[in-house]
């Protein structure tokens, strides 16, 4: 049965502006300067100074002024603006686009492009070009191009590779043929292209040597029949199975260990997945004082273009307006309002920064003054947001993508949270301390008899640091460390 009935809620919206700035709060400078010209692109009432000349100058601060009275006497009045002069009933408002604007996380997704001279497929197009191949071939040779991913390895079935070639390209071949051109395109570089597997890359990179060096010949061995041993670093049964001293075997792992295993990330130089770190602050020690600086590139003098002002003071002064004209006036004051928004919330991002960043500088004044990590105190998110008056997720939304350059290296702000650990004698401490001690240990260790986490518990215990086992393995993962059957050498 339908019912009607009342009902009130309280609810929480973000206003445009409030999107727009948790937007550009978690962008890092590497990449903020390509949103600012992104935004400039999109909006000609945003415009950068640095493009004005001398002589308007002091004209465009004139009218800026004027405008902004003007603004300040509109917003005081009861008839601000008004939507039935200006607006037909199906009309969108100002507000509605920019909460259409602002409501998709689109801009999240964007990365900076990367330029490239030339790809890792064109490389292998161009060393394909250089055989003699009938049409056939030549077709087949691209298909498992086309179908070699990042790595630089096909993970594809043959049979897969022949039925595109059937039903896409009406070329009939069968696995044999194209078992043959793909080791074709396996003897191209860089070594270990096209393989199928990690044994296959490895054997290929080992075969294209063909060196009398005894050491590559018994590498191909283990390679070939003895990988699960070879990865799993039990030594004693490969010295057994291979009948070979522990020297021989050092030599032929050595071999192994020269290999590539992932051939595409050399060919390509992994460049689509570096990003230059610029730091967003920096810290310098001067005589004991420290001193915070932001990086320049977070506050930009962006400014309304001036004659998109004197656009809407002329617009606005028509006496009739008609449906042409309401429409410009709609526009122009759109694209105002949407410059002023971004300009506020570029500043109101490098007030948040500064004041988050003092807030961490001056929590962790001692560890700034030398590096020491002994002297890192333990500190949350919520220690910063209390002393500062903001919300957590503003913290973390700092923390999480900036970085600050010291006088002992350039590290992310998340870094510097860390948990607390007691001692033994109440004290408490960072568990980055306890990272730190168990990186020497296993830094010091004998890689012949590498430490297991019991002992290296017990290390810490001896230290001082009562902290239970699965802890030192979750640490230890945490610095990408390797169990102590796996950091094993001869």
Request: glycine fraction near 4%; charge should be negative; charged fraction near 35%.
């Amino acid at each position: 049965m339908l019912r009607q009935k009342l009902q009130q809620k309280l609810l929480q919206k973000l206003s445009p502006q409030q999107i727009q700035f948790i937007k550009l709060l978690q962008v890092p400078t590497v990449m903020l300067d390509a949103r600012i010209k992104e935004e400039l692109e999109e909006n000609p009432a945003l415009e950068d100074p640095s493009l004005l000349s001398a002589e308007n100058e002091e004209e465009y601060e004139e009218l800026d002024e004027k405008h902004s009275e003007e603004n300040v006497q509109e917003e005081r009045s009861e008839e601000e603006f008004n939507i039935d002069d200006y607006l037909q009933d199906d009309d969108r408002s100002d507000y509605a686009e920019m909460m259409s604007y602002g409501g998709d996380d689109e801009e999240e997704r964007k990365e900076i492009p990367i330029a490239v001279s030339a790809s890792f497929y064109d490389d292998l197009e161009r060393q394909l070009n250089m055989l003699e191949l009938d049409d056939q071939q030549y077709i087949m040779a691209i298909q498992v191009i086309g179908s070699i991913d990042d790595d630089g390895y096909l993970r594809r079935p043959i049979s897969s590779l022949v039925d595109d070639l059937a039903f896409g390209q009406n070329v009939v071949v069968n696995d044999d043929e194209m078992e043959d051109v793909l080791h074709m395109v396996q003897q191209f570089d860089p070594p270990g292209i096209a393989a199928r597997n990690l044994q296959e890359c490895l054997l290929i990179q080992l075969k294209k040597k063909r060196s009398g060096n005894p050491a590559t010949l018994t590498a191909i061995e283990i390679v070939e029949n003895h990988l699960d041993e070879f990865t799993r670093k039990h030594y004693d049964k490969l010295e057994k199975a291979l009948g070979i001293s522990p020297e021989e075997l050092k030599e032929a792992v050595g071999e192994i260990l020269k290999l590539n295993p992932k051939p595409g990330d050399s060919a390509t130089g992994n460049s689509d997945k570096q990003m230059q770190v610029i730091p967003d602050f920096r810290i310098t020690n001067n005589d004991g004082e420290l001193v915070l600086t932001l990086n320049g590139k977070n506050a930009p003098d962006l400014r309304v273009s001036r004659s998109y002002l004197e656009m809407f003071d002329t617009y606005d002064k028509q006496a009739k307006k008609d449906k042409k004209l309401k429409e410009a006036v709609q526009f122009v004051k759109q694209k105002l309002d949407a410059a002023k928004w971004f300009i506020d919330a570029i500043k109101q991002r490098q007030q948040t920064l500064i004041k988050t960043m003092e807030a961490i500088m001056e929590y962790q004044y001692e560890y700034f003054l030398d590096g020491d990590e002994r002297k890192l105190k333990p500190m949350i998110l919520k220690d910063i947001a209390d002393r500062i008056g903001m919300d957590i997720s503003t913290v973390s939304r700092v923390a999480n993508s900036k970085y600050v350059q010291t006088d002992f290296g350039t590290f992310l702000l998340k870094s510097f949270f860390s948990e607390a650990i007691q001692t033994e004698s109440g004290e408490e401490v960072s568990n980055r301390e306890v990272k730190k001690i168990l990186e020497e240990c296993i830094a010091g260790e004998d890689k012949r008899k590498p430490l297991a986490d019991e002992k290296l518990t017990d290390i810490l215990k001896e230290k001082g640091y009562n902290i239970a086992r699965r802890t030192v393995a979750k640490y230890r993962e945490q610095l990408n460390i390797p169990v102590a059957r796996l950091r094993k050498e001869l």
